[in-house]
């Protein structure tokens, strides 16, 4: 039996011992799954609707137990945590109305009638990454088991425990059992064995781009859709005529929330060169003003990195030579703690360049419009982005031009259930959330009824 410790990244103790699945356990779950779904297919849509209202309600009677969960596993702030799995009941709620508004089509056609149906798929293979446990997990299961489908999860190795649990809460709300299952393992073992198994129809996958390409191309053998999140460097262009207080004081937020593990982390600062000395000075006591910390503290705005593993892959981005401009501060001690920390270097940089996907900022700046563009989308990600100005044609020209999914101006909001997500490039394939997700998991089937003449 393979076992995984699940470490409290905050205080590196070893909070649980889990097993791993292995690939027979993914036949066993495909099987129960395909059993529940034909039940769950069969109620009505006004039903669904109901049982999925009901999970909402048992995640929300669960907040503060879910939330604790992440805070222990994930060493989220405990403030970030209870959003998180408040969201989950949002997007629950939010897409238990879609049963009953998944309508097809009437077509009007010679010689009779012709009308679609947006038929489920069957079962949805989910994986998903370390960095949002359970809310990227909700923006998956929620609309596919709206749109009549069972739900496999395979979680991230480090952190599964708040979808486990989010499992059983599933089960407890009355939904079909089997329906909604998670599996912990190995991506290469359950995460591969989903992929390929021939009883699911289709994959969502958010994680990075290399293990992306390689979901892809398994699912490609035996042409099962994918819906892919991937990667981002995403830039938070600074104009010189926005509000440059603002600007400043919120680029923290920007990229370090979660300790910049965040796929939208708007990880490139791009700031036009008038103003760049000006923006500087504002920045650094915006940086030193981040609170890092117990992650148990309500006032803790940014915890650990997840694990040891990703600690040092982010070190080893800031060298003892590292273009340093300024950092906050961080914990010693136990626990994978990393400051804020703004670099600024050659644009040839691998900082520049690579996902660190942790706290750490670059700045470079630009001349004028053309360049900001031009800067922002050299890199093969397209995933998000912010624009500060007051000019309104210039916002629109801009984010218009920027290559990326989910852009923000004055603002560095990405997601909201009710709005889609995803990326440009090779930040993804598809799209989230937003009124259309169920119909990504549904198949579109035309009927034509002849009608013979009278
Ligand atoms: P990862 O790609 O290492 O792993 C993601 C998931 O894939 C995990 O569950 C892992 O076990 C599984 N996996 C690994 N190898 C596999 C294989 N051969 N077959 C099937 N599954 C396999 O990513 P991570 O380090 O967990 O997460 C960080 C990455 O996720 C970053 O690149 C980040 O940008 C990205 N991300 C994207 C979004 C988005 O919505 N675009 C959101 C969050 C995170």
Known sequence: MTTIDIVNPATEETISVLELLDATAVDEAVARATSAQRIWAALAPAERAERLRGFADTVAAHQGELADLEVSNSGHPIGQATWEAGHVRDVLEYYATAPERLSGRQIPVAGGIDITFAEPIGVIGVITP???PMTIAAWAFAPALAAGNAVLVKPAEWTPLTMLRLAELAVSAGLPDGLLQTLPGRGDVVGDALITHPGVGKVVFTGSTATG??????????????????????????????????????????????????????????????????????????????TVGDPRAESTEMGPLVSRAHWEKVSSYVPDDAPVAFRGSAPTGPGFWFPPTVLTPAASDRTVRDEIFGPVVTVQTFADEAEAIALANDTPYGLSGSIWTENLSRALRVTRAVAAGNLSVNSHSSVRYSTPFGGFKQSGIGRELGPDAPFAFTETKNVFIAVADA
Do not use: H
Request: net charge negative; proline share 4%; charged share 25%.
């Open 213 to 290: 390409t390689r979901v892809m191309e398994r699912a490609a053998e035996s042409v099962t859709p994918v819906t892919l999140e991937l990667g981002g460097k995403s830039a938070n262009i600074v104009f010189a005529d926005s509000d440059l207080e603002r600007a400043a004081a919120t680029a923290p937020y920007g990229v370090f929330d979660n300790a910049g593990q965040d796929c939208c982390a708007r990880s490139r600062i791009l700031v036009q060169r008038t103003v760049y000395d000006r923006f500087m000075e504002l920045f650094e006591p915006a940086v030193a003003g981040v």
């Open 130 to 132: 370390w960095n949002f």
